[in-house]
């Protein structure tokens, strides 16, 4: 199975807001209640952001926003700071039982 | 707190099999599905295989199934990944992962990786 599509960059200055976008398909973003992003900055793990498409988990700050229309999931973040620089991962589960990853996405922040 | 470290990688051969662990911690290793999660060099994330709660159910990605094996240890709070036939296309930092609940198609906590490179 493809991987979801995300758009290989995305950049904004401090205070901007911007979104990232993350287009499956109709047997697994557009299916399931079940998309989730990851923040991975230079050299270390990921780690969750969003799940289960706009649930934010406990000490992610709520300038962090998940949302899905259709075959398309995005993620928005308000406010933009320097610490926000970073790859960002969308994730799906899918009709065949299996979990894929988007491409990822490089934000800078300007 | 949630701890998740993973150990076993190394340098392998082409063809060879290798075992990775997952030493868990700080929650109830039992209520929880677990994840192996990869990432070859420069590239994005690759989810590698599941595991849930009491390991009756497992899941695996195309790439992997028939040739690794995710497996738990509830008394030892231990999650393991067997992995033979190993292919250069392996190679990668492997993650451990815990669920978000017992049967969760999310990584709610990620080890530190351990890195494995399959070359000759």
């Known amino acids: 199975q493809s991987a979801l599509t995300q758009p290989p960059s995305v950049s904004g200055s401090p205070g901007q807001s911007v979104t990232i976008s993350c287009t499956g398909t109709?047997?697994?973003?557009?299916?399931?209640?079940?998309v989730s992003w990851y923040q991975q900055p230079p050299g270390t793990a990921p780690k969750v952001i969003i799940y289960e498409v706009r649930n934010r988990p406990s000490g992610v700050p709520d300038r962090f926003s998940g949302s899905r229309s259709g075959r398309t999931a995005s993620l928005t973040i308000f406010g933009l700071q320097a610490e926000d620089e970073a790859d960002y991962y969308c994730?799906?589960?899918?009709?065949?039982?299996?979990?894929?990853f988007g491409g990822g996405t490089k934000l800078t922040v300007l | 707190q949630v701890q998740l470290v993973e150990s076993g990688g190394g340098v392998v051969q082409p063809g060879r099999s290798l075992r990775l662990s997952c030493a868990a911690s700080?929650?109830?290793?039992?209520?929880?599905?677990m994840h192996w999660v990869r990432q070859a060099p420069g590239k994005g994330l690759e989810w590698v295989a599941a595991?849930?709660?009491?390991?009756?159910?497992?899941y695996y990605a195309d790439s992997v199934r028939g040739r690794f094996t995710i497996s738990r240890d509830n008394s030892n709070n231990m999650l393991y990944l067997e992995m033979n036939s190993l292919r250069a296309d392996d190679t990668a930092v492997f993650y451990c992962?815990?669920?978000?609940?017992?049967?969760?198609?999310?990584?709610?906590?990620w080890g530190q990786g351990t890195v494995v490179t399959v070359s000759s």
């Open positions: 700080g929650f109830t290793f039992s209520d929880y599905g």
């Open positions: 992962g815990r669920g978000g609940y017992s049967s969760s198609w999310y990584v709610a906590h």
């Open positions: 595991i849930w709660f009491d390991g009756g159910t497992k």
């Open positions: 994730s799906s589960y899918t009709r065949s039982n299996t979990l894929i």
């Open positions: 109709s047997s697994d973003v557009d299916m399931y209640n079940r």
